[in-house]
């Protein structure tokens, strides 16, 4: 029997059904945790809700400064990019999340947790894989796979008939998810590939077309793979993130629109909103230009894909993500330098990059006279190389 279930509570529409249904369904103790992972909305307010709505006690974390700097950072580290092109904002965001619920699993002597993810989606994946490896005889209360609701529209009446404040509405029900990296967008009438999103929809950045007619240079200097200061100005992770999401979605950069293929095996789409997170992307694939061995570079772009993979699908506290962790972390030691960026109507540009121990050398690269490159060699290194293509293309002559 359920004594008291942690329910991860962010205000919105399935979560505030949650708390209801889960006081008449298992007459438990609810405890709301709601993460601030910096969605800029009023967490005091989802408290109040909580409470309103039948919790017994509502808690508000603030976990911003944890989610940039332990998953964001190593992220950026990696490179990953999930399918090419997805910075992995709800991805990195959940296990922080899922790590302060169980914290408060503990602290509330717990039996129970719940979120409001439903089983068609990967954030059940994520949040269940964090709290079985917190602890692994934790009982789980998923209520879209147990409840008699067949969809959001369903949801939204429950609402009405409960006096429960909600964002979404019958005619606009796509859901959004906020976080310092992004914002996204999935369901209800992005449903539809072949629909463009509504320009009113986005909230973080301009329509590029809009955006300023004057471009706008930025230097970001990298340490070690992280970027510490903004045109000379050292800046804290929170506050770097921060101040590039304004930037750069001032300039229209960042958007994404993508059909991604999820983990339980079917194609969404989502739209995406990381405004910063692009800017500190190129910033550090600019700089490691500079720095990394080619095939040491090589092996980390190997690596990007199934670490992003990892991540997407939940197993950021898999003992292989944390095996690849510390790999990209020992590769980026030495990406330390300078990247300017220009961002321009939805377009970001790197213009220069510089580092105090780069690899790049002007006298060896050089089409003038030089005294360190001896052109001659080339001729037998091509030799070799060729001599397997020369033996095939022989056999297939005589053949």
């Not at 991540?311 to 003992?319: D, K, R, T």
Request: aromatic letters at 8%; one cysteine or more; a neutral charge.
């Amino acid at each position: 029997m359920t004594r008291k279930v942690v329910l991860a509570y962010s205000g919105g529409l399935d979560t505030s059904v949650a708390v209801r249904w889960i006081a008449e369904t298992y007459g438990c103790q609810i405890v709301c945790f709601c993460a601030d992972v910096g969605q800029d909305e009023d967490l005091e307010a989802a408290r109040a809700k909580a409470l309103a709505v039948g919790a017994q006690k509502a808690i508000v974390s603030d976990l911003r400064l944890t989610f940039v700097r332990d998953y964001v950072w190593p992220a950026l580290r990696a490179g990953a990019l999930y399918e090419g092109v997805y910075l992995l904002g709800t991805s990195l965001a959940r296990p922080c999340i899922a790590r302060g619920l169980m914290d408060t699993v503990a602290a509330e002597d717990a039996d129970a947790i719940a979120h409001g993810a439903t089983g068609k989606g990967n954030d059940q994946v994520r949040f269940e894989l964090a709290a079985y490896h917190f602890r692994p005889g934790i009982k789980i209360i998923a209520p879209w796979r147990e409840w008699q609701f067949r969809g959001r529209r369903e949801l939204i009446e429950y609402t009405r008939q409960h006096k429960i404040p909600i964002e979404a509405t019958a005619e606009k029900p796509y859901s959004v998810d906020r976080n310092l990296l992004h914002t996204s967008y999935e369901g209800g009438v992005l449903e539809d590939p072949w629909r463009e999103p509504d320009p009113a929809m986005f909230q973080r950045t301009r329509d590029p077309q809009d955006a300023p007619a004057t471009p706008r240079i930025l230097e970001i200097e990298v340490e070690h793979g992280d970027a510490v200061a903004l045109d000379g100005e050292r800046l804290g992770p929170v506050e770097m993130l921060s101040r590039l999401n304004a930037i750069a979605g001032e300039h229209g950069v960042g958007r994404v629109d993508l059909v991604e293929n999820r983990f339980v095996g079917m194609k969404s789409r989502g739209v995406y909103e990381t405004p910063g997170g692009t800017v500190l992307h190129a910033a550090r694939a600019a700089v490691e230009s500079l720095t990394l061995d080619r095939e040491v570079l090589r092996l980390r772009q190997d690596l990007m894909p199934r670490y992003a993979a990892l991540a997407y699908n939940g197993f950021w506290f898999s003992p292989e993500r944390e095996a690849l962790q510390k790999l990209v972390d020992d590769i980026a030691q030495p990406i330390t330098g300078t990247a300017r960026l220009q961002l321009y109507k939805g377009a970001l540009t790197v213009l220069g990059r510089k580092a105090p121990k780069s690899l790049y050398r002007p006298d060896i690269v050089t089409f003038e006279e030089d005294s360190v490159y001896d052109q001659r060699d080339a001729q037998g290194f091509i030799k070799l190389n060729a001599l397997r293509l020369r033996i095939r293309s022989e056999l297939d002559r005589n053949r």
